[in-house]
């Protein structure tokens, strides 16, 4: 590790410790600590790995608290088989995030309907370390690269082939928001979840000049300017650039 | 990171012992052992719960993009399947409170299988297979692939939760990719009356062992993962694409790469609540992973030149055709540290904040042929595999390294100034360093954030969250970020709803770029803009009937200003996709024995580039459906059911060639008679 880092480190550490112990020693002794709805679930329940970060989760920064989403104990009336849940996933998530359910009515989605996940496959919604809106994905990871706050373990978790790391390695998948540059993981008008619904559109967004052979396939005016459209069998990049992911073999990640 | 490493995993053998060191003493441990032989006559069959379906699906148009969208096909179903066992004898009690065997979706691309095993208080067990069949065929799109494929996911988990003593888990799982990807064109010089066919042979497994308990007020959770994967893609010629021109296929073309990664994760969690006030979570994990890889093959494909003006093939003599071998290890190591903290300044007021480090280094050494003067084979830069030549020369050791370390902070007020008003306010700073192929060097994010919670009376709620951070590189403030969040949420009445959502992330200048012949990095004339607006009803006019709707318009637009020419001119174009989302429910519960649903989703999708043609396409996708639930008067809980669903999928035909066809619309009838029940 580097020096620089267990300074930093250090100085983290010891700034959060001060924080804390000026404000123990300033704070009046007879303070009520049951500000939140949540407190009385989590003097037993945050004592377990899942729980330990709810108080900083987005749930309850917004005043999302545990018997919106669970049943007490004595009260089991939901046929969910998931820990007191009022109702199953992803209907009781639905209930508040209605944009995300009409992501998942696009033409196409991950699939909830069969079971075989759930957003908790995914989300974690007891909250997760970092204090973002990411820190609701089940894992983190710095194991892509530079995407390190972003979903990539999330995805790669199931979709390992996609992870590498490579010997060329597709900029987007390592840099700002990892798999979800490219993705739409909660659905999609592409088959393959993609941002735009034609493949070449999305790599337009970035890769806003190609050189200009790619065009020779106009119909009319085949220019060297190359902010023109693309057709027949460049029109899906993919076609030649077949290991978009990342390639071991060719830096333009061509097809084997 | 060594020492994170040994003394992360001495906790976690040391943890492991504890357990059974204690549960020697505890005759329960010893009956709750999952896997003890039970005497089957010593349970009954508690209840069953089953769905069967009889399938009818009707498809006009084009049955490949109905394929790839839905396929699902005619016949009969097992849609769904639980018995639940529970035990008769006391002695039976002791080992085991409930199993439960499911299925689910079988004969449909989809199919589930689970069994469940619990004694409340003491284990929890559990085995699930689900696998799912992808089939892509086109239908009349520009991609010339086509993929029929299966992941099938096998996973088992056991929890042992033995009262007054530490938690034990160990989990596992396995998921396999298995099937073929064909290139279905003659995208390739060399045997390009062939189709290419990949076979898809891939698996990646893991298993976890870990423990949570508390000591002396401290919470504890450790684990330790080890996973791995393994591919191997042998792509080849295989049946003739045509009847002109066909050769002798075997030997002539092959291109095999394989792949594996090998990797241990250790994690540790503490928690402590001091004081009833101040909550601490320190977490940390450390992965190290060790890959090998090799390439055996050829990189082929028509070079521009190979085509005329008007996209015709004219010179098959200029290819890009690269023989392309090499072989190298990988190490990929991680390491994540982080402390988060909420302090309890009074009733009304919270301070939360945290620390979160990351470092990630991947380093590959792989091998390049040299000529016998010292030159690479391959003179570009940029080309980094290598080939052999004429077979002089020798192989030699090159290396990528990629280094990533990231550092965060943030610190946030959480107050309530009355029963009404919540707001916050938070500090967010980041750090990061890059070193390597990617990224900008040295990059600082800092910014803060805005909230507001009110409900000014009980049936309103209005939550308002604001952030705006900067970007700045190498000192030089490169793109502001900012992000907006409202929601307002009315009970109009006891039974009439009304929410609203908006939301907008602005990223203006952050763009990351990575041209050709340009450094990675953000470049300032580029934008990034996401907005979605979303609008709900829920409406129960009467008791027995519940409506709802939801209306949203979601946008992504990314404005690029960047040239590669060297003319120094900007040519800034825009892409943007807008779409138009609906959806419509309306449940009517007409008795005791007759129920009604019908649902509507209906999405409009447009997306357009702003060039010299201003392409755009545009589609729509229509899935509603009407399910009929009805009691059959002479059985106890057995019901017939009718589902009735129309998909519908409709391209604009465009002027600018592949942007929109009908020749990939396809409408769909799926009926499905059922029968569902339990007893």
Same mark, same amino acid.
């Given at each position: 590790?580097?020096?620089?880092?267990?300074?930093?480190?250090?100085?983290?550490?010891?700034?959060?410790?001060?924080?804390?112990?000026?404000?123990?020693?300033?704070?009046?002794?007879?303070?009520?600590?049951?500000?939140?709805?949540?407190?009385?679930?989590?003097?037993?329940?945050?004592?377990?790995?899942?729980?330990?970060?709810?108080?900083?989760?987005?749930?309850?920064?917004?005043?999302?608290?545990?018997?919106?989403?669970?049943?007490?104990?004595?009260?089991?009336?939901?046929?969910?088989?998931?820990?007191?849940?009022?109702?199953?996933?992803?209907?009781?998530?639905?209930?508040?995030?209605?944009?995300?359910?009409?992501?998942?009515?696009?033409? $196409?989605? +991950?699939?909830?309907?069969?079971?075989?996940?759930? /957003?908790? =496959? &995914? !989300? *974690? %919604? @007891? #909250?997760?370390?970092?204090?973002?809106?990411?820190?609701?994905?089940?894992?983190?990871?710095?194991?892509?690269?530079?995407?390190?706050?972003?979903?990539?373990?999330?995805?790669?978790?199931?979709?390992?082939?996609?992870?590498?790391?490579?010997? $060329?390695? +597709?900029?987007?998948?390592?840099?700002?928001?990892? /798999?979800? =540059? &490219? !993705? *739409? %993981? @909660? #659905?999609?008008?592409?088959?393959?979840?993609?941002?735009?619904?034609?493949?070449?559109?999305?790599?337009?967004?970035?890769?806003?000049?190609?050189?200009?052979?790619?065009?020779?396939?106009?119909?009319?005016?085949?220019?060297?300017?190359?902010?023109?459209?693309?057709?027949?069998?460049?029109?899906?990049?993919?076609?030649?650039?077949?290991?978009?992911?990342?390639?071991?073999?060719?830096?333009?990640?061509?097809?084997? | 990171?060594?020492?994170?490493?040994?003394?992360?995993?001495?906790?976690?053998?040391?943890?492991?012992?504890?357990?059974?060191?204690?549960?020697?003493?505890?005759?329960?441990?010893?009956?709750?052992?999952?896997?003890?032989?039970?005497?089957?006559?010593?349970?009954?069959?508690?209840?069953?719960?089953?769905?069967?379906?009889?399938?009818?699906?009707?498809?006009?148009?084009?049955?490949?993009?109905?394929?790839?969208?839905?396929?699902?096909?005619?016949?009969?179903?097992?849609?769904?399947?639980?018995?639940?066992?529970?035990?008769?004898?006391?002695?039976?009690?002791?080992?085991?409170?409930?199993?439960?065997?499911?299925?689910?979706?079988?004969?449909?691309?989809?199919?589930?299988?689970?069994?469940?095993?619990?004694?409340?208080?003491?284990?929890?067990?559990?085995?699930?297979?689900?696998?799912?069949?992808?089939?892509?065929?086109?239908?009349?799109?520009?991609?010339?692939?086509?993929?029929?494929?299966?992941?099938?996911?096998?996973?088992?988990?056991?929890?042992?939760?033995?009262?007054?003593?530490?938690?034990?888990?160990?989990?596992?799982?396995?998921?396999?990719?298995?099937?073929?990807?064909?290139?279905?064109?003659?995208?390739?010089?060399?045997?390009?009356?062939?189709?290419?066919?990949?076979?898809?042979?891939?698996?990646?497994?893991?298993?976890?062992?870990?423990?949570?308990?508390?000591?002396?007020?401290?919470?504890?959770?450790?684990?330790?993962?080890?996973?791995?994967?393994?591919?191997?893609?042998?792509?080849?010629?295989?049946?003739?694409?045509?009847?002109?021109?066909?050769?002798?296929?075997?030997?002539?073309?092959?291109?095999?790469?394989?792949?594996?990664?090998?990797?241990?994760?250790?994690?540790?969690?503490?928690?402590?609540?001091?004081?009833?006030?101040?909550?601490?979570?320190?977490?940390?994990?450390?992965?190290?992973?060790?890959?090998?890889?090799?390439?055996?093959?050829?990189?082929?494909?028509?070079?521009?030149?190979?085509?005329?003006?008007?996209?015709?093939?004219?010179?098959?003599?200029?290819?890009?055709?690269?023989?392309?071998?090499?072989?190298?290890?990988?190490?990929?190591?991680?390491?994540?540290?982080?402390?988060?903290?909420?302090?309890?300044?009074?009733?009304?007021?919270?301070?939360?904040?945290?620390?979160?480090?990351?470092?990630?280094?991947?380093?590959?050494?792989?091998?390049?042929?040299?000529?016998?003067?010292?030159?690479?084979?391959?003179?570009?830069?940029?080309?980094?595999?290598?080939?052999?030549?004429?077979?002089?020369?020798?192989?030699?050791?090159?290396?990528?390294?990629?280094?990533?370390?990231?550092?965060?902070?943030?610190?946030?007020?959480?107050?309530?100034?009355?029963?009404?008003?919540?707001?916050?306010?938070?500090?967010?700073?980041?750090?990061?360093?890059?070193?390597?192929?990617?990224?900008?060097?040295?990059?600082?994010?800092?910014?803060?954030?805005?909230?507001?919670?009110?409900?000014?009376?009980?049936?309103?709620?209005?939550?308002?969250?604001?952030?705006?951070?900067?970007?700045?590189?190498?000192?030089?403030?490169?793109?502001?970020?900012?992000?907006?969040?409202?929601?307002?949420?009315?009970?109009?009445?006891?039974?009439?709803?009304?929410?609203?959502?908006?939301?907008?992330?602005?990223?203006?200048?952050?763009?990351?770029?990575?041209?050709?012949?340009?450094?990675?990095?953000?470049?300032?004339?580029?934008?990034?803009?996401?907005?979605?607006?979303?609008?709900?009803?829920?409406?129960?006019?009467?008791?027995?009937?519940?409506?709802?709707?939801?209306?949203?318009?979601?946008?992504?637009?990314?404005?690029?200003?960047?040239?590669?020419?060297?003319?120094?001119?900007?040519?800034?174009?825009?892409?943007?996709?807008?779409?138009?989302?609906?959806?419509?429910?309306?449940?009517?519960?007409?008795?005791?024995?007759?129920?009604?649903?019908?649902?509507?989703?209906?999405?409009?999708?447009?997306?357009?580039?702003?060039?010299?043609?201003?392409?755009?396409?545009?589609?729509?996708?229509?899935?509603?459906?009407?399910?009929?639930?009805?009691?059959?008067?002479?059985?106890?809980?057995?019901?017939?059911?009718?589902?009735?669903?129309?998909?519908?999928?409709?391209?604009?035909?465009?002027?600018?060639?592949?942007?929109?066809?009908?020749?990939?619309?396809?409408?769909?009838?799926?009926?499905?008679?059922?029968?569902?029940?339990?007893?």
């Amino acid at each position: 590790m580097k020096s620089t880092k267990k300074v930093n480190l250090l100085l983290s550490f010891s700034f959060v410790l001060v924080l804390a112990l000026a404000a123990v020693v300033a704070m009046p002794a007879d303070v009520e600590a049951q500000a939140k709805a949540s407190e009385a679930c989590l003097s037993c329940h945050g004592k377990v790995k899942t729980q330990f970060q709810f108080k900083r989760s987005q749930h309850s920064l917004n005043d999302v608290n545990c018997m919106d989403c669970h049943e007490s104990h004595d009260k089991k009336t939901t046929q969910s088989n998931k820990a007191t849940l009022k109702m199953e996933e992803p209907e009781l998530c639905y209930s508040c995030h209605e944009d995300v359910k009409l992501k998942f009515a696009q033409r $196409n989605s +991950h699939n909830l309907e069969s079971g075989e996940m759930t /957003c908790s =496959s &995914c !989300h *974690t %919604p @007891h #909250g997760g370390p970092g204090g973002d809106v990411n820190a609701s994905l089940k894992k983190h990871t710095p194991l892509a690269g530079r995407a390190n706050d972003i979903p990539n373990e999330t995805c790669v978790s199931c979709h390992a082939e996609k992870e590498g790391p490579f010997v $060329n390695q +597709h900029s987007s998948v390592v840099a700002e928001e990892g /798999c979800a =540059s &490219c !993705h *739409t %993981p @909660h #659905g999609s008008q592409n088959r393959f979840m993609l941002k735009y619904q034609k493949t070449d559109t999305l790599c337009l967004s970035c890769h806003g000049e190609v050189k200009s052979w790619h065009y020779y396939y106009l119909d009319a005016n085949p220019a060297v300017d190359s902010n023109a459209a693309f057709t027949t069998d460049f029109a899906n990049c993919t076609n030649c650039h077949g290991t978009i992911h990342g390639s071991n073999e060719d830096f333009m990640m061509l097809e084997e | 990171m060594k020492k994170i490493k040994c003394s992360l995993t001495l906790i976690l053998v040391l943890s492991i012992l504890v357990v059974p060191v204690h549960a020697k003493d505890i005759n329960v441990m010893k009956a709750g052992t999952p896997n003890a032989k039970l005497d089957t006559s010593a349970l009954k069959l508690e209840a069953v719960d089953y769905k069967l379906g009889l399938r009818s699906v009707s498809v006009d148009g084009n049955k490949g993009v109905y394929n790839s969208d839905i396929n699902l096909d005619d016949g009969l179903r097992l849609l769904n399947l639980d018995a639940t066992f529970v035990p008769t004898t006391d002695k039976a009690d002791r080992y085991l409170d409930l199993a439960r065997f499911s299925l689910g979706d079988v004969g449909d691309p989809t199919p589930t299988y689970e069994l469940k095993l619990k004694e409340y208080g003491l284990y929890n067990f559990g085995v699930k297979r689900s696998e799912r069949d992808y089939v892509y065929e086109n239908g009349a799109d520009a991609d010339h692939h086509t993929y029929d494929f299966t992941r099938t996911q096998d996973s088992m988990h056991l929890t042992i939760t033995p009262e007054g003593l530490p938690k034990f888990f160990i989990s596992k799982r396995k998921l396999d990719r298995e099937g073929i990807s064909v290139l279905t064109k003659d995208l390739y010089e060399t045997h390009a009356e062939f189709l290419m066919n990949t076979p898809i042979n891939e698996t990646s497994q893991d298993a976890t062992v870990g423990t949570e308990f508390s000591y002396a007020g401290y919470d504890f959770y450790l684990a330790h993962t080890q996973d791995s994967y393994t591919g191997s893609v042998l792509q080849e010629p295989a049946e003739a694409l045509g009847t002109d021109n066909i050769g002798d296929k075997d030997g002539q073309y092959q291109d095999h790469e394989t792949r594996s990664l090998d990797r241990g994760i250790d994690q540790l969690k503490v928690h402590k609540i001091f004081n009833d006030r101040f909550d601490v979570t320190l977490s940390l994990k450390d992965a190290r992973g060790d890959g090998a890889f090799s390439v055996a093959g050829y990189i082929d494909a028509y070079s521009h030149n190979a085509y005329d003006n008007n996209g015709n093939l004219v010179d098959t003599t200029q290819t890009v055709q690269e023989r392309k071998t090499t072989y190298g290890n990988t190490n990929s190591d991680s390491f994540i540290g982080s402390m988060d903290t909420t302090l309890l300044i009074n009733k009304d007021t919270y301070l939360h904040s945290g620390y979160k480090s990351t470092e990630t280094e991947n380093n590959i050494d792989y091998f390049a042929y040299y000529f016998d003067n010292g030159t690479p084979n391959d003179t570009s830069d940029d080309h980094i595999s290598a080939w052999p030549g004429d077979g002089s020369g020798e192989w030699k050791k090159l290396n990528k390294n990629f280094y990533n370390q990231k550092d965060k902070y943030y610190v946030k007020g959480e107050h309530y100034l009355n029963n009404e008003l919540k707001a916050e306010v938070g500090y967010l700073y980041t750090k990061e360093k890059d070193k390597g192929a990617h990224g900008p060097g040295e990059t600082t994010e800092d910014g803060y954030q805005l909230g507001f919670l009110y409900n000014p009376i009980e049936t309103v709620k209005l939550d308002l969250d604001y952030k705006d951070t900067a970007i700045e590189e190498e000192g030089t403030e490169i793109a502001d970020n900012e992000e907006i969040d409202f929601e307002v949420e009315w009970e109009v009445l006891d039974n009439l709803k009304l929410t609203s959502k908006y939301r907008k992330e602005e990223d203006d200048g952050s763009h990351y770029g990575a041209y050709v012949g340009y450094p990675a990095g953000h470049y300032e004339d580029a934008k990034r803009e996401n907005e979605i607006q979303t609008f709900s009803v829920n409406y129960q006019p009467v008791v027995n009937l519940d409506l709802g709707l939801s209306y949203s318009d979601q946008t992504f637009e990314a404005v690029n200003g960047f040239n590669s020419d060297g003319s120094g001119t900007i040519l800034e174009y825009t892409t943007k996709v807008n779409n138009d989302l609906y959806n419509v429910n309306a449940t009517y519960q007409a008795s005791e024995d007759f129920s009604a649903n019908f649902y509507g989703n209906y999405i409009e999708g447009q997306e357009s580039v702003s060039n010299i043609n201003n392409e755009s396409f545009k589609n729509e996708y229509t899935d509603f459906g009407l399910n009929l639930t009805k009691a059959v008067p002479i059985y106890d809980n057995l019901d017939v059911t009718l589902d009735l669903r129309r998909v519908e999928y409709d391209e604009t035909p465009s002027d600018v060639a592949l942007y929109g066809t009908n020749a990939n619309d396809y409408s769909a009838d799926i009926i499905t008679l059922g029968l569902e029940g339990g007893f």
